[in-house]
């Protein structure tokens, strides 16, 4: 379990320190934004600036917890994103 954690755990700070925005228009795709409201690596405050990039609806959830809040709460954000991902599918029909 240790080795999968600390896989992933480098795999999110890879991200982080690689990622180049590039300029370009709005994006047009419903867009969910999931946090842990005390995540020292990706605050929950940061969750909004998503929406400056997308032009279709963008829903934020948030619960208290750290970078791996979902660990201690998978039954709920599950239904939560099978919920967006039901509403996606049926604003696209």
Known sequence: MLD???RV???DLAI???YRRHAGPPLDVPVSVFTGRDDPV???ETAAFWSEHMSAR???HSWPGGH???FERAE???SAMRQEID???HAAR
């Open 4 to 6: 999968l954690m600390l």
């Open 9 to 11: 755990l480098r795999n």
């Open 16 to 18: 982080v320190d690689t």
């Open 42 to 44: 990706a605050p929950a």
């Open 58 to 60: 963008t829903t934020t």
């Open 68 to 70: 791996f809040y979902l």
């Open 76 to 78: 709920v954000v599950s």
């Open 87 to 89: 509403a996606a599918c």
